[in-house]
């Protein structure tokens, strides 16, 4: 399934459904003018798809330049498949060193807080506010706004939403699947300083002109309910009660 975010990014998407949730496995596709840029490889489960839609939208070229959120599986795995179809493709790992540690020997480490260009495309690195491994990055699409934050700003989905923006969810996304994607995957959050990331998110959102925020594991958040998706992960910060 392939959504198209704005005029040269789009959202490719795999739903993994469970008994209760839908949980989204995603990678984006850059269009620039010198070349695509290719946001995560994703997972061997749905190799095949993400291939034939990577195809089919670069006219059988494949990614000039593959940039991933985490040097870990499920993230990097496709990256072999990758090259094995359209040959050697560059490759930035979510490390500042020793890429072949994490399994990518032929990948280049990030370079953080500065714009790169990648395919001649403009994007910064940054450290992630929020994650789940030491080994990821954010990075910021200083052409189209669009800020891919890997496992942070990640939720679970009822059927039906799976191919949807939060801007177009009747409701929005629920708080609760918000709070249960967290208390599944970063179970450490109720140790973190609820204050300071709130500040942490303030000021990036001031610093940061963005118009979707756009995890792996989740809907792409859009611009107008960045403010109250912000809330609502800090919610989910929040130690139950008795805790």
Not at 38 to 51: A, M, P, Q
Not at 73 to 94: D, M, R, S
Not at 148 to 166: I, K, R, V
């Amino acid at each position: 399934m392939t959504t198209k975010l704005t005029d040269d990014v789009h959202w490719i998407s795999s739903c993994h459904p469970d008994e209760e949730y839908h949980m989204h496995m995603s990678e984006y596709l850059i269009q620039g003018e010198d070349g695509t840029v290719l946001v995560d490889s994703g997972s061997s489960h749905y190799r095949d798809e993400i291939i034939e839609e990577i195809d089919r939208l670069t006219d059988g070229t494949g990614p000039d330049v593959v940039l991933l959120t985490h040097s870990t599986l499920p993230h990097t795995e496709n990256v072999p498949a990758f090259e094995a179809k359209w040959g050697e493709i560059k490759t930035i790992a979510a490390t500042g060193r020793y890429p072949e540690i994490v399994g990518l020997p032929n990948a280049e480490a990030r370079q953080l807080n500065r714009p790169v260009e990648f395919a001649g495309r403009p994007l910064t690195c940054i450290h992630p506010l929020l994650t789940d491994v030491t080994v990821s990055q954010w990075a910021y699409d200083h052409e189209s706004g669009v800020l891919f934050t890997a496992e942070a700003f990640g939720h679970y989905h009822d059927p039906g939403n799976c191919e949807l923006t939060t801007a177009e969810i009747d409701g929005g996304v629920s708080a609760d699947h918000i709070d249960d994607f967290y208390l599944d995957k970063l179970p450490f959050i109720d140790y973190l300083d609820r204050e300071k990331l709130g500040n942490a998110f303030e000021m990036l959102f001031e610093t940061l002109d963005v118009t979707y925020v756009a995890p792996i594991h989740g809907n792409p958040v859009s611009g107008e309910d960045i403010d109250r998706y912000v809330a609502d992960v800090l919610e989910a910060l929040e130690p139950p009660e008795g805790a």
